[in-house]
């Protein structure tokens, strides 16, 4: 099994930037994709940014050109830099991973979820 856990998360300003980490703790890290979905209070999983192996990226309409998800091969832990932060962006975010082709149109397509770091813009 692949255990995700996030860290980074707080309170910033509208404008403002954050970064997101999620360590990685698996026997086999290749995973084929990582990605990170966000929850807004009474919403559903939000597919916003992913990564697959070939390093191709994917992101949601809504943080095109403010977001940006990298990964560290080397420390097993994936990212999310976050820019020019709005209030709307204000939400508990998950890092996911797959082994499969995964998409971010869809959650269920994620085998494996950290538990969440809260973002609040303020």
């Known amino acids: 099994d692949v255990q995700l856990v996030e860290s980074g998360g707080g309170s910033v300003q509208a404008g403002g930037s954050l970064t997101l980490s999620c360590a990685a703790s698996s026997p086999s890290y290749s995973t084929n994709c990582m990605g990170w979905f966000r929850q807004r209070p009474g919403g559903i999983h939000e597919g916003i940014a992913a990564i697959d192996s070939r390093e191709n990226s994917y992101y949601a309409d809504s943080v095109k050109g403010r977001f940006t998800i990298s990964k560290d091969y080397a420390k097993r832990t994936l990212f999310l830099h976050m820019s020019n932060l709005k209030p709307d962006d204000t939400a508990m975010y998950y890092c996911?991973?797959?082994?499969?082709?995964?998409?971010?149109?869809?959650?269920?397509?994620?085998?494996?979820w950290g538990q969440g770091t809260q973002v609040t813009v303020s």
């Open positions: 996911a991973a797959a082994t499969r082709a995964a998409s971010i149109a869809s959650a269920l397509s994620w085998e494996y």
